[in-house]
């Protein structure tokens, strides 16, 4: 259950929570992995345009808390796929922090 994720991150996810897919995320009931609640979640991101701006974007989740490796980035779709149990504002402060846009956030699996 990730309830209990969504009861400690609730206060840092105002922000977040007015998106389905956000709501969605803390109903998920996935069975939990190795102890950890891990989850495959695409991030759809704007802005990359080249190889490095794939790598600063992909460094910057992989050092997420709670991201764990690999990170899968593609320029060409726009989107990057993380696994584990991150929080969600800190995946889109790194994205942000490297200069690009979080738009979109689903969880695959
Ligand atoms: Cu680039």
Same mark, same amino acid.
């Given at each position: 259950?990730?309830?209990?994720? #969504?009861?400690?991150?609730?206060?840092?996810? /105002?922000?977040?929570?007015?998106?389905?897919?956000?709501?969605?995320? #803390?109903? *998920? $009931?996935?069975?939990?992995?190795?102890?950890?609640?891990?989850?495959?979640?695409?991030?759809?991101?704007?802005?990359?345009? *080249?190889?490095?701006?794939?790598?600063?974007?992909?460094? /910057?989740?992989?050092?997420?808390?709670?991201?764990?490796? &690999?990170?899968?980035?593609?320029?060409?779709?726009?989107?990057?796929?993380?696994?584990?149990?991150?929080? &969600?504002? /800190?995946?889109?402060? /790194?994205?942000?922090?490297?200069?690009?846009?979080? $738009?979109?956030? $689903?969880?695959?699996?």
């Amino acid at each position: 259950m990730h309830g209990s994720v #969504f009861e400690r991150l609730k206060p840092r996810l /105002a922000s977040l929570l007015d998106t389905p897919s956000m709501l969605a995320y #803390f109903r *998920c $009931t996935h069975p939990t992995r190795g102890g950890m609640e891990a989850l495959v979640i695409k991030l759809k991101i704007e802005g990359m345009t *080249c190889g490095h701006c794939a790598m600063a974007v992909k460094q /910057a989740l992989a050092a997420v808390a709670g991201v764990q490796a &690999p990170v899968e980035v593609s320029v060409e779709k726009g989107e990057a796929v993380v696994s584990g149990s991150p929080d &969600p504002q /800190a995946l889109k402060a /790194a994205v942000v922090e490297e200069g690009y846009v979080l $738009t979109s956030w $689903t969880v695959v699996n």
